[in-house]
């Protein structure tokens, strides 16, 4: 055994009940085994080559990031608060102008953040793959997501190629040249435990070919594919007529838009309607759609026949001042509804807490089904699973794996949900957490 860790609650990933007075044992990436009731009274040396003895605390399945762009994070506070969209767009290209040093000092920091505050897998929307390095220093689980994008079919190809070269120049053959017996000098480079997926950008920037191409390799190879949908009503507005404000912002770019009037069909009827058909199966948890904010009564009846995730970023939702999202139909489809911070260019932190805080001011899962002013238990534990469990699910990281967050629970708890409550409202510290069995980050 690699770690023995004993805690006063811990919350199972797969079943999100609690138990008491828990040792779990960690061995390679897995958990091993969970004694519970307090079976074993002595120390835990001689259970495991290392131990931690961490008393009042809770453990539970670390938080993942469904969605966030950590090469945007150079632009943390230096994006002014109530643009639109298509206003913010412009500005984020230019910041994807600034210096390389620039950006990576950005990915290192944001990574920080993740790490600190109890995150320990993420999907990353990568442009260039430049979070490659930090994320593999930090020892995070991570899907790097490879963004693509064109609105002119006949460059489909191209853009795919631009792709392509990007797993073989950072993916493939760092694992062909090092291999696992490169040794501890040469594992950094390895980036075990980072895989990659594809992200064709959202539908009023992306050809219906290029999805077709992104999907044909996702589904083909069993990867993520994640893309923005229904994020904004001026898109909606696009994709059904060709006209308002998206239309310049997207002509800014060389687009001829000249003769695009419009698909007569919004974003949502796009991908799970007409493009990507051919691919869907009856559920489609790593097909992640980003924001589906304005999603319509036809919208949900096509998620509850697909079931893909659907990713919510509370803040980045605050930040653009979006109508209240729609998560009482979202659960209701039977969606895998996850959590992401979207980036640090339309937030202010990374932290998973902080997006369940907001999530519950947002007036959308607030009073709750209970009609209480007071957070409701159901809420709040349904907003935890998909922050965890569900993302785990999005990411098809095994059951037993070894990916756990351990807070400071001073006060003890009776129940999981005032564990969880204690959470959010007293701000614990996180004394340490586990990614594919390693130890990324402890406090004590
Ligand atoms: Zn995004």
Same mark, same amino acid.
């Given at each position: ?16 009940? *609690? ?17 519970? @009731? ?15 003895? *961490? ?10 990031? /469904? ?58 929307? /990568? ?128 687009? $001829? ?65 979006? $109508? ?9 489809? @039977? ?7 979207? /980036? ?31 957070? $409701? ?39 999981? $949900? ?27």
């Amino acid at each position: 055994m690699d770690y023995a860790v004993r805690v006063s609650h811990y919350i199972d990933p797969v079943t999100f009940e *609690l138990s008491r007075d828990v040792i779990l044992l960690i061995a390679g990436e897995h958990v091993a085994e969970v004694i519970t @009731g307090g079976e074993v009274s002595g120390g835990l040396a001689g259970l495991a080559k290392n131990t931690l003895d *961490l008393g009042d605390a809770l453990c539970m399945p670390g938080f993942v990031n /469904s969605h966030c762009h950590l090469d945007l994070s150079h632009l943390w506070r230096q994006v002014p608060h109530g643009l639109k969209f298509h206003e913010w767009g412009p500005v984020i290209m230019a910041g994807r102008m600034l210096p390389p040093s620039m950006i990576a000092a950005g990915i290192e920091d944001a990574v920080r953040m993740l790490v600190s505050s109890g995150t320990t897998s993420v999907l990353d929307i /990568s442009v260039g793959a430049d979070s490659l390095d930090a994320l593999a220093r930090h020892g995070l689980r991570s899907v790097l997501a490879l963004e693509s994008l064109g609105f002119d079919g006949t460059r489909a190809e191209a853009a795919m190629q631009r792709v392509d070269a990007l797993i073989r120049d950072k993916f493939v053959l760092e694992r062909e040249r090092l291999g696992k017996d490169a040794g501890e000098a040469a594992a950094p480079a390895t980036h075990e435990g980072i895989d990659y997926g594809f992200s064709p950008h959202a539908t009023f920037s992306t050809s219906q070919q290029l999805y077709e191409l992104n999907m044909g390799r996702a589904f083909g190879e069993g990867r993520i594919c994640t893309t923005h949908a229904a994020e904004t009503t001026e898109e909606e507005e696009f994709l059904l007529h060709g006209t308002g404000p998206y239309a310049p912002f997207i002509a800014q770019f060389g687009v $001829d838009l000249s003769s695009f009037k419009g698909y007569g069909a919004r974003s949502l009827e796009l991908l799970l309607r007409d493009w990507l058909g051919p691919w869907l199966k009856p559920e489609n948890p790593n097909l992640v759609l980003v924001h589906c904010n304005y999603a319509r009564e036809a919208d949900f009846a096509m998620i509850s026949q697909h079931k893909p995730s659907i990713c919510w970023c509370p803040r980045s939702h605050a930040f653009f001042g979006h $109508d209240p999202w729609p998560w009482a139909q979202m659960v209701e489809t @039977g969606a895998n509804v996850v959590l992401g911070t979207d /980036s640090l260019a339309s937030n202010t932190g990374l932290d998973m807490l902080g997006e369940i805080r907001q999530a519950l001011v947002s007036g959308s899962v607030s009073p709750g089904s209970s009609g209480k002013k007071v957070p $409701d238990p159901v809420t709040v534990t349904n907003l935890f699973k998909a922050a965890t469990i569900n993302g785990r699910k999005a990411m098809s990281i095994l059951a037993d794996a070894a990916d756990l967050a351990i807070w400071a629970l001073p006060g003890g708890a009776k129940s999981r $949900d005032e564990a969880l409550q204690s959470l959010l409202a007293d701000n614990p510290p996180l004394l340490a957490s586990f990614s594919r069995g390693r130890l990324i980050a402890r406090s004590i």
